[in-house]
């Protein structure tokens, strides 16, 4: 039953051989990687209004500077990383660019920083998108949590399916927001230019505002430079691009910059002319799209695609978290779990890890957007700066052809995503505080992870000094519960092992039961031994571990092994097993961890 509703869910296998079928070509990689930086749009410039209403809405004529800024910053992160991706073409982004040019530590922060960030990409992708969906229909805004979290299960239930299936749906509704957004900015601008929108809405530039400070201006550009993040992510994902992957990535990474520009620019210039604030329960674009189009058609068709691009966002988190996760447990600093394929050949342990933890922060934030973007922009604006800076130590060692040009790209990168990473600590720390405790903890916990991995290979070496135990003999120990075909089938499997060497164990919670099941044993298997253990408290696991330590001990001084073998019975359909005890679980889950000790089940299957 379950195996049938995952086939209906993600599909049939896919053999390992159809790997090459999963790459994605330019379009489809721009839809599916760029997402979280295109759909940013729809929430960075809001972000940067969010700010300035402080002192007064005098003060929106700053959104042009700012954003001038931060369409400079994109230009030199997007120039950066297109070195990054052909000079590491095996993907890994910032975490590999770091580890091999500043070292494992500044790879690790690196690393940990994106895998935080990808989370909170799908959070706040998701989230924003149910803000979307709540502005066209404000009857729906107490229902924030469970939108999102089905969302949140619709797009891993996409990724599981595969990348390039996940990819062939998802792009249409990226490209139409792509062109709804055109039309929404080529509109707006004709009917500025036409004099159809009163150019008394806003404050002209250069007016004098009271209250501003360049602490202000400093916040609201690093929140404006939230619309900036998912710029790495192409750098992260280059295998999952068609032949040759470096130059399609890089194509796709010129295409995504030269879109969120325009979108941007066109969104802020909008926002400005239209004298447009920023409202609990409306988002600026639908704003922006209410006095463009009126409350008809246009304006559901901008709000629908900007939902859609705002929860498709997240996609973007479900293709590079699961790629950047492969390096870090490949380096034995995560699960080997990571790095394993599933029935559609992606890695969907990574895809439903993020999913979970996407879900958890979903849930503990109240799919509050505002409360999460900060955190989810510093995050990515550490991981920025150790990229950059370690390609410049890269170019300084190399030298190779034309470096410094190389090396000025890197440098403006770095000292730009430096300066944004600064104004973030600065100005919200508040709300970024928390980077510094659970940065320096993951770092931590890979660190022990990998110790881990290290100690079980050096104990797993055959090369190691430690000898291996010689076993003279087995004592096979198999707990009874009565007289049936499940016990006689495992004492026949132990008589098959060790024959003169069985021990059967019987746990009594009544004197009376104990003597008649003796007698009664003395007729059914009289060359087996049986011992009758008495107990008071109606616990059959600890008077039997109890025993096995015992005959364990002594074993032991005669290089015997013990092995204990369990009976069980396996009703034929699943839904049974509830409706028994599971006594041979809670056993074999004490007994696992006991030193040298073999526990094995032996089933028996039930007909009807």
């Not at 104990?459 to 016990?487: D, K, W, Y």
Request: glycine residues 6%; aromatic residues 12%.
């Amino acid at each position: 039953m379950l195996t049938d509703l995952k086939r209906l869910l993600i599909g049939q296998p896919l053999k390992s051989h159809e790997l090459g079928e999963q790459k994605l070509n330019k379009k489809k990689a721009l839809a599916i990687l760029s997402s979280d930086a295109l759909s940013s749009v729809a929430y960075g410039p809001e972000q940067i209004l969010i700010v300035l209403i402080t002192i007064s809405a005098a003060a929106f004529w700053y959104t042009i500077p700012i954003a001038c800024g931060v369409l400079f910053l994109l230009v030199a992160l997007i120039l950066s990383y297109r070195q990054i991706i052909f000079a590491y073409p095996q993907g890994g982004g910032a975490y590999v660019v770091s580890k091999e040019n500043l070292g494992m530590n500044a790879g690790l922060f690196a690393g940990g920083s994106l895998l935080v960030d990808y989370i909170l990409t799908v959070a706040v992708s998701i989230s924003a998108g149910t803000d979307a969906i709540t502005s066209a229909f404000p009857s729906l805004h107490s229902y924030t949590v469970p939108i999102a979290l089905a969302l949140v299960l619709f797009i891993t239930i996409l990724n599981l399916r595969g990348i390039t299936e996940s990819a062939s749906i998802l792009a249409y509704p990226v490209y139409l927001f792509v062109v709804a957004l055109f039309i929404l900015i080529g509109i707006g601008l004709f009917k500025i230019l036409t004099g159809q929108i009163s150019p008394d809405l806003h404050t002209p530039l250069g007016t004098p505002v009271a209250g501003i400070s360049l602490f202000i201006l400093l916040r609201a550009f690093s929140s404006g430079s939230s619309a900036l993040t998912g710029v790495e992510a192409i750098s992260n994902a280059i295998p999952n691009f068609k032949t040759p992957a470096p130059n399609n990535a890089s194509k796709t990474l010129m295409a995504m910059g030269m879109l969120l520009a325009i979108l941007f620019a066109g969104i802020i210039y909008l926002a400005y002319y239209y004298g447009i604030a920023p409202r609990e329960k409306e988002t600026v674009v639908s704003q922006i799209a209410t006095v463009t189009f009126g409350r008809g058609l246009m304006y559901y068709i901008v709000q629908g695609t900007t939902a859609m691009i705002l929860v498709l966002a997240a996609n973007t988190g479900y293709s590079a978290f699961p790629l950047l996760a492969v390096n870090l447990a490949k380096d034995k600093f995560i699960a080997k779990m990571f790095t394993m394929r599933g029935d559609r050949l992606g890695y969907s342990n990574g895809i439903i890890f993020l999913a979970v933890t996407s879900m958890l922060l979903i849930i503990v934030f109240k799919g509050q957007t505002e409360q999460l973007i900060p955190l989810y922009a510093v995050g990515v604006f550490i991981p920025f700066t150790l990229a950059q800076t370690g390609m410049l130590v890269k170019w300084f060692r190399e030298k190779p052809r034309g470096w410094l040009l190389k090396l000025t790209v890197n440098l403006v990168g770095a000292f730009m995503s430096f300066i944004v990473m600064m104004i973030f600590f600065i100005t919200k720390f508040g709300q970024v505080w928390s980077v510094l405790i659970f940065l320096p903890l993951i770092v931590f916990i890979f660190h022990q992870i990998k110790k881990h991995y290290d100690a079980i290979a050096e104990q797993l070496r055959l090369s190691s000094c430690e000898p291996a135990l010689p076993i003279e003999g087995n004592v096979m120990i198999v707990p009874v519960a009565g007289f049936t075909h499940v016990v006689e089938n495992s004492l026949n499997y132990a008589k098959s092992l060790s024959p003169d060497q069985i021990i059967a164990v019987y746990v009594a919670f009544e004197r009376d039961d104990e003597k008649k099941f003796e007698e009664k044993w003395q007729k059914w298997q009289p060359d087996v031994r049986l011992v009758t253990l008495h107990t008071h408290y109606r616990s059959i696991v600890h008077p039997l571990t109890k025993f096995i330590d015992t005959v364990e001990h002594k074993a032991s001084e005669s290089n015997f092994r013990v092995t204990v073998i369990i009976p069980q019975f396996i009703p034929k359909k699943n839904w049974h097993n509830i409706l028994h005890n599971q006594s041979s679980l809670l056993i074999r889950a004490f007994l696992l961890y006991k030193r040298n000790l073999v526990v094995t089940t032996v089933p028996y299957h039930l007909k009807k």
